[in-house]
C-alpha cells in the first residue's frame, strides 16, 4: 500500500519509520514534513489547517491511506476531506475529534459513558470560574477549552496565577470557556487504543513529561521526554483502561452518531481513589509515540489500514519488542515562550551512530546553504532503545551529548526515578 502522513513533527518522524518498516507499505510520503523525514520519505508542502489541499495532494498521489498526525488537522475537517474523496484515512472526523478539541465536550461524553473523571466545571466568564476555584480548592487545575498545543493547561497553588490564566483563555475569543477542575493527585500514565469505531486495541502505556524543566517545574510544554514501559505500573492497567475507559468512549461517541475511528489517547491519573481520566486527544501523542512505536513489532501499516477499514477485530493481537524505550526532548532557546529559530545544529549523524539511538526530528529545516537548523520549539527527539529502562537512558543522554544546538536545553531526569527503581 501506499501511504501519506500528514504533519511536521517528531511524532510523524516516528510513524513514518514504523511503516518504511512494514514490508505490505511500498511508498511513504509525508505533508509537509522535515528535514529529517525528508531523508527517507517524499515530502510535499501542505497547510496542516487546509482539509481540501490535505485531500487533493492525497488523490493526487493516489495513496491508499493517510494517517493524519497534528490536532489543528483532524479539527479543521482533513479526515472528512479524505474521506470524501473515497480514501481510507486513519483519523477521526471534525466531528469525533471534539474529544480533544473541546474539553467541555469530553466530558459530557465521559459522563454520558461512565467514564471516571475529574470533577469539573465549565465556566464563561472570570466569575464563574473565581467560584470554581473556592469550590474544589488549591492546587488549581485551568485548561482552556480548546485547543492549545498542549500548552492550555495551568495546575498551581498560585490563586492569581490560576486566574490570569482564565483571563488569557477567555480573551483569546468571543465566547471562550475555561473548564476548572478537581486536582488529581497520583502519576501520570499515557495508553492509546487504536479503534475502527467499534473494536478498540490498546497499546502500551507510557508516561510523558510535560513541564520545561527538572523536577517538573516550569510551564507546561508540548512534551520534553517519556518512556515506556511503566515499571511500577499495575499488571491490569491497560486490560483495565481498555474495558473502563476505552471502550466505553468508543460505544458512546458510535451511539452519538459521530464514531471514532483514529488513535483515542486517554491521559491518566493514577490516583488514590483509582484510575481517573484527565483528558482525552484525538491523535498519537508526542513525545510517547516515538517510544510506543520503537517498541511495537507488528506491523503499523496494516493496523492502521485495518482500523481505517473497519476490520481491526480480524487482527491477531499485537506483538511487542522486550526492549524499553525513552525519548528526549532538546528544544530551541526561549522554549516554550516564543522560541529561537534558525540555529545551527550539528552532531545528528554521530548521535544517530550510538547504539538503540535513532534521532527523530521534530523542527527541523535545511538552510539555502544546506545546513540543518532550528525551525521550531521542539527541534529533535532523541529516542533509544535498550534491554532495561537504565541502557536505554543512558544512550539516550549519551547521543545527545554528541548533538549541538546553540542555546538549546532539555531535561535530564526522563526515566530516570523509574529506570533506578526498575
Same mark, same amino acid.
Given at each position: 500500500?501506499k501511504v501519506l502522513?500528514i504533519?511536521?513533527g517528531?511524532r510523524e518522524? *516516528?510513524?513514518?519509520?514504523s511503516?518504511?518498516?512494514?514490508d505490505e507499505?511500498? !511508498?511513504?510520503?509525508?505533508a509537509?514534513?522535515?528535514a529529517?523525514?525528508?531523508?527517507?520519505?517524499d515530502t510535499?508542502?501542505?497547510?496542516?489547517?487546509?482539509?481540501?489541499?490535505?485531500?487533493?495532494?492525497?488523490?493526487?498521489l493516489?495513496v491508499?491511506l493517510?494517517?493524519?498526525?497534528?490536532?489543528?488537522?483532524?479539527v479543521a475537517g482533513a479526515a472528512?476531506a479524505v474521506?470524501?474523496?473515497g480514501i481510507a484515512?486513519?483519523?477521526?472526523?471534525a +466531528?469525533?475529534?471534539?474529544?480533544?478539541?473541546?474539553?467541555?465536550?469530553a466530558?459530557q461524553v465521559?459522563?454520558?459513558a461512565?467514564?471516571p473523571?475529574?470533577l +469539573?466545571?465549565?465556566?464563561?466568564n472570570?466569575a464563574?470560574a473565581?467560584a470554581?476555584m /473556592?469550590?474544589?480548592?488549591?492546587p488549581y487545575?485551568v485548561?482552556?477549552d480548546g485547543?492549545?498545543?498542549g500548552?492550555?493547561?495551568?495546575?498551581?497553588?498560585?490563586?492569581?496565577?490560576?486566574?490570569? @490564566?482564565?483571563?488569557?483563555?477567555?480573551s483569546?475569543a468571543?465566547g471562550?470557556?475555561?473548564v476548572?477542575?478537581?486536582?488529581?493527585?497520583?502519576?501520570? &500514565?499515557?495508553?492509546f487504543?487504536?479503534?475502527?469505531?467499534?473494536?478498540?486495541v490498546?497499546?502500551q502505556p507510557?508516561?510523558?513529561?510535560?513541564?520545561?524543566?527538572?523536577?517538573?517545574? $516550569?510551564?507546561?510544554?508540548?512534551?520534553m521526554g517519556?518512556?515506556?514501559p511503566?515499571?511500577w505500573?499495575?499488571?491490569n492497567?491497560v486490560?483495565d483502561v481498555?474495558?473502563?475507559?476505552? !471502550?466505553?468512549?468508543v /460505544?458512546a461517541m458510535?451511539?452519538?452518531?459521530t464514531?471514532?475511528? $483514529?488513535?483515542?489517547?486517554?491521559g491518566l491519573?493514577?490516583t488514590s481513589?483509582g484510575t %481517573?481520566?484527565?483528558?482525552?486527544?484525538a491523535?498519537f501523542?508526542d513525545p510517547?509515540? !516515538?517510544?510506543?512505536?520503537? %517498541?511495537?513489532a507488528?506491523?503499523?501499516?496494516?493496523?492502521?489500514m485495518a482500523?481505517? =477499514?473497519?476490520?481491526l477485530?480480524?487482527?491477531p493481537p499485537? +506483538?511487542?519488542r522486550?526492549?524499553?524505550?525513552?525519548?528526549v526532548v532538546?528544544? *530551541? @532557546?526561549?522554549?516554550?515562550? =516564543?522560541? %529561537?529559530?534558525?540555529?545551527?545544529?550539528? $552532531?545528528?549523524?554521530?548521535?544517530?551512530?550510538?547504539p538503540g &539511538?535513532?534521532?527523530?526530528?521534530?523542527? =527541523?529545516?535545511?538552510?539555502?546553504?544546506?545546513?540543518l537548523?532550528?525551525a521550531?520549539? %521542539?527541534?529533535?527527539s532523541?529516542t533509544? =532503545? $535498550?534491554d !532495561?529502562? *537504565?541502557?536505554?537512558?543512558e544512550?539516550?543522554?549519551? +547521543?545527545i551529548?554528541?548533538i549541538?544546538?546553540a542555546g538549546?536545553h532539555?531535561r535530564t531526569?526522563?526515566?530516570?526515578?523509574?529506570?533506578?527503581?526498575?
Amino acid at each position: 500500500m501506499k501511504v501519506l502522513v500528514i504533519g511536521s513533527g517528531a511524532r510523524e518522524h *516516528a510513524l513514518v519509520n514504523s511503516l518504511l518498516h512494514d514490508d505490505e507499505v511500498e !511508498q511513504v510520503s509525508c505533508a509537509p514534513g522535515n528535514a529529517g523525514i525528508a531523508g527517507v520519505a517524499d515530502t510535499y508542502p501542505v497547510d496542516p489547517l487546509d482539509p481540501e489541499a490535505i485531500g487533493e495532494l492525497a488523490l493526487n498521489l493516489v495513496v491508499d491511506l493517510v494517517v493524519i498526525g497534528p490536532e489543528v488537522s483532524l479539527v479543521a475537517g482533513a479526515a472528512d476531506a479524505v474521506r470524501d474523496r473515497g480514501i481510507a484515512c486513519f483519523g477521526p472526523s471534525a +466531528a469525533a475529534a471534539q474529544l480533544e478539541g473541546s474539553k467541555a465536550f469530553a466530558k459530557q461524553v465521559m459522563a454520558e459513558a461512565d467514564v471516571p473523571t475529574a470533577l +469539573a466545571r465549565v465556566c464563561s466568564n472570570i466569575a464563574e470560574a473565581s467560584a470554581a476555584m /473556592d469550590q474544589f480548592g488549591a492546587p488549581y487545575v485551568v485548561k482552556d477549552d480548546g485547543l492549545a498545543a498542549g500548552k492550555g493547561v495551568v495546575v498551581t497553588n498560585d490563586r492569581d496565577e490560576a486566574l490570569t @490564566h482564565a483571563l488569557s483563555c477567555f480573551s483569546r475569543a468571543v465566547g471562550a470557556q475555561v473548564v476548572i477542575e478537581e486536582f488529581l493527585d497520583g502519576p501520570e &500514565v499515557s495508553l492509546f487504543g487504536i479503534t475502527d469505531g467499534t473494536t478498540i486495541v490498546p497499546l502500551q502505556p507510557a508516561q510523558d513529561f510535560k513541564r520545561v524543566r527538572d523536577g517538573d517545574a $516550569g510551564p507546561n510544554t508540548g512534551g520534553m521526554g517519556a518512556y515506556s514501559p511503566l515499571p511500577w505500573a499495575p499488571e491490569n492497567l491497560v486490560a483495565d483502561v481498555a474495558k473502563r475507559v476505552l !471502550q466505553p468512549m468508543v /460505544d458512546a461517541m458510535r451511539n452519538r452518531g459521530t464514531p471514532f475511528v $483514529g488513535l483515542l489517547y486517554a491521559g491518566l491519573a493514577l490516583t488514590s481513589r483509582g484510575t %481517573r481520566v484527565i483528558e482525552f486527544n484525538a491523535r498519537f501523542g508526542d513525545p510517547e509515540t !516515538q517510544v510506543v512505536l520503537a %517498541r511495537l513489532a507488528s506491523p503499523l501499516g496494516r493496523v492502521l489500514m485495518a482500523a481505517a =477499514t473497519g476490520r481491526l477485530a480480524d487482527l491477531p493481537p499485537l +506483538a511487542w519488542r522486550q526492549e524499553s524505550a525513552v525519548t528526549v526532548v532538546i528544544a *530551541a @532557546h526561549n522554549y516554550p515562550e =516564543t522560541p %529561537r529559530t534558525g540555529d545551527l545544529i550539528f $552532531g545528528v549523524a554521530a548521535a544517530n551512530e550510538v547504539p538503540g &539511538v535513532n534521532v527523530l526530528h521534530a523542527g =527541523t529545516a535545511v538552510n539555502p546553504k544546506g545546513q540543518l537548523v532550528s525551525a521550531g520549539g %521542539r527541534v529533535l527527539s532523541v529516542t533509544a =532503545t $535498550g534491554d !532495561q529502562l *537504565a541502557q536505554a537512558r543512558e544512550r539516550a543522554y549519551g +547521543a545527545i551529548a554528541l548533538i549541538t544546538l546553540a542555546g538549546s536545553h532539555f531535561r535530564t531526569d526522563i526515566a530516570a526515578i523509574a529506570s533506578a527503581s526498575g
